[in-house]
């Protein structure tokens, strides 16, 4: 990670989004900060219904009319998204940032060929002719593993594979060079083999093109693969960031304890043992949010964890965590707390 100005690609603060149902006002995401500098790798993780999808809609602009978003900054090399009018916005979509959703077969248009939609992009964008486009989208295909390139482009979206049509997505998404790439869960819906094939090419393009990369994803094992930075996600609030190493090696906020302990390590986890889990369920985010939004599902809670809601506080530079207990708090201490006692 960089702490040059020039490159910071991504700066969020402060983002939350409501959505007004029948039941009552949504808090689907509340005061997120995040960002990404160029080269660097931010992995966005916490089980469905987090947030993280709708935190990737809002930064592209692409949230549904009846959302509504308020942030105290959202800015993309400097320049403010949130001021910028729709044809601005327009124009930076498919440019200079790029999104790689879940599922390409809904994502690509059925009745065009893969030639004709990643031509599009490249001529809406930078005016250039058909052929130059053409030949453009030829060598990302190559690129990202494509063979048989040219005779692909005359293909339509149903007589690809999943893993063929998320490549096409990839290259799509690269068609005109952008400095942000935010990738939402791109490998669920794909077999092991081909998850690691995609990872594979993600990593090589970043580092090829130098670009940020926002992955979104629930695997573990992807974000131990691919982040330089995490930022873990629950009930539409950020709970922990850090590199890495720390989130992975000396997880400082419950939510991210149980997660990791749900996961096997080879060498350490024995054959057979029982993997840890979360009880109950995400609470909802109707109506007014109250203390700490994981209390209810969390070993450690004690009488202040349901009281004034709990603010995310830094615990080092580039590490935060949102629990009113300390990192240095022992197992012991821990649950002397969740008993009431003072150690």
Known sequence: MSDRVEDRVL???????????????????????????????LCVVGESGCGKTITALSIMGLLPRKARMTARRLTLQGRDLLTMKRRELDSLRGDRMGMIFQ??????NPVYTIGNQMEEIYIRHNKGGRKEARERAEHLLHKVGITAAKSRLGQYPHQLSGGLRQR??????????????????????????????????????????????????????????????????YAGQVVETGTAEEVFNAPTHPYTQGLLDCIPIPGKTERGARLGSIPG????????????????????????C???????????????????????????????KSAGVSA
């Open 168 to 233: 096409v997505m990839i290259a799509m998404t690269l068609m005109c060079d952008p400095i942000l790439i935010i990738a939402d869960e791109p490998t669920t819906a794909l077999d092991v083999t081909i998850q690691a094939q995609i990872l594979r090419i993600l990593a090589e393009l970043q580092s090829e093109f130098r670009m940020a990369l926002v992955l979104i994803t629930h695997d573990l094992g992807v974000v131990a693969r691919m982040a330089d930075r995490v930022l873990v996600m």
């Open 103 to 108: 599922d390409p077969m809904t994502s690509l």
């Open 306 to 336: 349901g009281a004034a809601p709990v603010a995310l506080r830094d615990l080092a530079p580039g590490r935060s965590c949102r629990c009113l207990l300390e990192p240095s708090d022992s197992l012991a201490n821990l649950k002397l």
């Open 281 to 304: 369920i995400v609470p909802s985010l109707m109506g007014a949010l109250e203390g700490c939004q994981f209390r209810n599902r969390c070993s450690y809670a004690f009488a202040a």
């Open 11 to 41: 700066d969020v603060e402060g983002l939350s989004v409501e959505l007004d149902l029948p039941a009552g006002t949504l808090h689907a995401v509340s005061d997120v900060d995040l960002h990404v500098d160029r080269g660097e790798t």
